[in-house]
């Protein structure tokens, strides 16, 4: 089994700062990438960005300048550090990792989703 924790989610003023988290845990061979979608009421579930384990990056021209996203290939942990966040980037903000399950080698990399965590951003 893989679970994918998130945290840091909440309610932030128009301008301010929230740092997303996201850790990997359970069957693990290899995680080849992990990364952050988010879902506002009535939208269709959108790339923030992703994070290859050798560092590469690629994020949405909505948030690029604002946000910043990194991984620990230690921790198995990914970070979004979001900042100047505005009332559009309210959403349900959701981890994605893509892993080839130890239990599961002939599988490939799958793909995996955390629960969520809400972001609101007040004006």
């Known amino acids: 089994q893989v679970q994918l924790v998130e945290s840091g989610g909440g309610l932030v003023q128009a301008g301010g700062s929230l740092r997303l988290s996201c850790v990997a845990s359970g069957s693990i061979l290899k995680i080849n990438s992990m990364g952050w979608y988010r879902q506002a009421p009535g939208k269709q579930r959108e790339l923030v960005a992703t994070?290859?384990?050798?560092?590469?990056?690629n994020s949405a021209d909505a948030v690029k300048g604002r946000f910043a996203i990194s991984i620990d290939n230690a921790k198995n942990t990914v970070h979004l550090q979001m900042g100047s966040l505005q009332p559009e980037d309210t959403a349900v903000y959701y981890c994605k990792a893509e892993i080839i399950n130890s239990r599961a080698i002939l599988s490939g990399a799958m793909e995996y989703w955390g629960k969520g965590t809400l972001v609101t951003v007040s004006s």
């Open positions: 994070i290859t384990t050798g560092g590469i990056t």
